[in-house]
């Protein structure tokens, strides 16, 4: 297998064939949130199967893309659609297109997911400012051989999200009156939601909100020195003593509904960099 290194040169020379423009910022798009792309002015779209060392999709209907243009005047790489743990993929692979970004010349990463929430105070369709992370119930994407030319051995994590772009996000909040929660994510692998005592766990060790992405992305984005901001929708509350069936469905359906907003604060967040 190529250099890791090796491939990701590669990768960009592909891209930065087809689309010239460095973007300033690249931005996730979570479960449901495909909408998005409405709000940028794309000026190309090139489907992750075209591009070379991209991991290739074994799930079926299943098409991401990244989509390069504008948003809000600011040159932007938008990811529609990420590579998850639970599909089979390697951490490297997951976390393979933020590289990607990195070296496409990205300086911020703006990341969104769906997440259940289990802080008590928190409702669906709420939007969770991620503070930081626990990343002990996931693979960590480090493991193995360091590539020293992408960042050191030992990354410190005591500032995972950025606290000036956690800033920039609250004041962007306020000003367009969105209620904004705050709190710590924690990674999970999925596929399957969690159990009513994980929930309760997951509580008690210190998680406002559980999902299934996100974490490698931001270990790897730290590693390279990347600043990172990321935003959960909650799409479905883990601690309800009641009956608590959790479906997918109701999961896009949730961050489907609550996107305007998120699509609002990262419009603004752009062109305040
Ligand atoms: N658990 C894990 N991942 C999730 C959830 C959840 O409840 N909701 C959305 N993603």
Do not use: C, W
Request: glycine letters at 10%; zero cysteines.
């Amino acid at each position: 297998m190529a250099d890791l290194i090796q491939q990701l040169r590669e990768t960009t020379a592909f891209i930065q064939q087809h689309y010239p423009h460095t973007p300033e910022a690249g931005i996730v798009l979570g479960s449901g949130l495909g909408n998005f792309a409405n709000e940028m002015e794309v000026e190309k779209e090139i489907p992750y199967a075209n591009i070379p060392h991209f991991p290739v999709s074994t799930v079926e209907g299943h098409s991401g893309k990244l989509l390069f243009g504008k948003l809000n005047g600011r040159r932007v790489v938008a990811m529609a659609g990420r590579f998850h743990f639970y599909e089979g993929y390697t951490a490297e692979q997951v976390t393979y297109p933020i590289r990607t970004m990195k070296f496409l010349g990205i300086q911020h990463l703006l990341i969104s997911n769906a997440a259940g929430g289990v802080n008590p105070n928190f409702r669906v369709g709420d939007l969770m400012l991620i503070t930081d992370h626990i990343s002990l119930a996931i693979i960590n994407p480090l493991l193995g051989k360091n590539h020293g030319d992408l960042g050191p051995r030992f990354p410190d994590m005591s500032e995972p999200y950025s606290k000036a772009l956690q800033q920039k996000v609250k004041n962007i909040a306020d000003s367009l009156q969105v209620p904004l929660q705050q709190g710590v994510y924690f990674g999970v692998t999925g596929p399957t939601f969690e159990t009513r005592a994980e929930y309760k766990m997951i509580h008690a060790l210190g998680g406002d909100a559980v999902g299934m992405s996100t974490v490698q992305e931001v270990i790897v984005a730290i590693h390279m020195g990347l600043p990172v901001v990321a935003i959960s929708i909650i799409t479905d509350l883990g601690i309800r003593e009641e009956d608590n069936v959790i479906t997918h469905q109701e999961v896009l359906e949730a961050a489907a509904a609550a996107e305007p907003k998120l699509s609002a604060i990262f419009k603004q967040l752009v062109a305040a960099l």
